[in-house]
């Protein structure tokens, strides 16, 4: 079993390989986060593979998320955002972002492989997709409803329903999504 770890953070990389160091059955691969590579790595991972993220960032990359759900390796990401529930559109494992390496053994322990890869997106009406596009812009109620011509509660209300869909309670918390992530929703469905 392989055990890749994407981060930047060498510390953390040198102290998961040397906690796990002492099972003979797996082997540690350190993969940068900001490495376009990770791609195909994720491609060639093997049932029983793990891929560990624990990114210094607090932005990932929605791209990179859905190739690694795409692979048949298991994931664990670190990360304090559990607003954002990553782990029931991806079926990935979440431990906190200062893990202690009990949690991420037990993490590992526990993983169990996942036949259904599907991607469960939040479903999101079009007024909705409106109002968060022009929410992202940095559209404020009154400009949304006036420039959908709507009224500032049906405004409002959307962008309420929008932001639960999405696991966030304010504007500031788009910028702790991953990347990628408004843009593809919006695209899709």
Request: charged share 15%.
């Given at each position: 079993m392989k055990i890749y770890v994407l981060t930047e953070n060498n510390y953390l990389y040198n102290?998961?390989?040397?906690?796990?160091?002492?099972?003979?059955d797996c082997q540690c691969v350190k993969l940068s986060t900001q490495n376009k590579s990770n791609y195909i790595v994720?491609?060639?991972s093997k049932p029983g593979d793990i891929f560990i993220i624990a990114s210094e960032y607090s932005?990932?990359?929605?791209?990179?998320?859905m190739e690694l759900n795409l692979s048949n390796a298991s994931v664990v990401?670190?990360?304090?955002?559990?607003?954002?529930?990553?782990?029931?559109?991806?079926?990935?494992?979440?431990i906190a972002r200062?893990?202690?390496m009990f949690d991420l053994l037990q993490a590992i322990n526990l993983i169990k492989p996942v036949s259904n890869k599907d991607v469960l997106l939040p479903r999101i009406t079009a007024s909705e997709k409106e109002v968060l596009m022009l929410t992202m812009n940095g559209g404020r109620v009154d400009f949304i409803?006036?420039?959908?011509?709507?009224?500032?509660?049906?405004?409002?209300?959307?962008q309420r329903s929008v932001f639960k869909k999405l696991g966030i309670r304010?504007?500031?918390?788009?910028?702790?999504?991953?990347?990628?992530?408004?843009n593809y929703i919006v695209h899709t469905n």
């Open positions: 102290g998961i390989a040397h906690t796990l160091a002492s099972r003979t994720s491609r060639l932005n990932m990359n929605f791209s990179m998320l990401i670190a990360t304090n955002n559990f607003g954002w529930k990553i782990s029931s559109i991806f079926r990935f494992s979440t200062n893990f202690h409803s006036s420039r959908l011509n709507i009224a500032v509660k049906t405004a409002y209300a959307h304010k504007i500031q918390d788009i910028t702790k999504l991953p990347s990628n992530y408004i």
